[in-house]
């Protein structure tokens, strides 16, 4: 069974703090993603990467990092954690050529900053 | 204007009715188009994505696209409770990201 696995479901922070999100996959997929997903605004797409070492900034990258040190890892890092970044993250994968261009999404961790 | 609009709903459809959801974009040189469903609490799995003009089927789900007036949806026939979740469109443009509305919450009574 294919899998996309986060760390964490629950996480509460503090403002300021250095907050590490971690999601593995085990498909052997090119092309990993990092979304937050909030109320009436969808999920909004923060960092993607298409290969190992490499990144791309989504539509929301302001206050977030990567890190993609191996193929099957992508970490989002939020270099100091403020309210406004509590969310739901969602990693995803998928692999490059796939006919239907499918995503696999982990099951999400829910983010708290107080 | 957003780029991928859908209504949030909530649409409530009875048992066995036909479930009619509709997504517009406003990239007209968008080429790939997805519907994900989206139980409560869980994360998106794709059901149906469609490239061409036209009408796409899978079992209880039909797909359909018209790019010249740029929109999208998605009809669910033979509608169970089961089928009860939000649905997000999702569109690729010409940027080669992919762009989620913010969903349609359909809820299916018996």
Known sequence: ?114 | QKEVEQNSGPLSVPEGAIASLNCTYSDRGSQSFFWYRQYSGKSPELIMFIYSNGDKEDGRFTAQLNKASQYVSLLIRDSQPSDSATYLCAVRGNTDKLIFGTGTRLQVFP
């Not at chain 1, 997929?29 to 960092?47: S, T, V």
């Not at chain 1, 403020?82 to 796939?98: D, I, K, P, R």
Request: proline share 2%; hydrophobic share 30%.
């Open chain 1, 1 to 114: 069974d294919v899998k996309v696995t986060q760390s964490s479901r629950y996480l509460v922070k503090r403002t300021g703090e250095k907050v590490f999100l971690e999601c593995v996959q085990d498909m052997d997929h090119e092309n990993m993603f990092w979304y937050r997903q909030d109320p009436g605004l969808g999920l909004r797409l923060i960092y993607f990467s298409y290969d190992v070492k490499m990144k791309e900034k989504g539509d929301i990258p302001e206050g977030y990092s990567v890190s993609r040190e191996k193929k099957e890892r992508f970490s989002l890092i939020l270099e100091s954690a403020s309210t406004n970044q509590t969310s739901m993250y969602l990693c995803a994968s998928s692999w490059t050529g796939g006919e239907d261009e499918k995503l696999f999404f982990g099951s999400g961790t829910q983010l708290s900053v107080l």
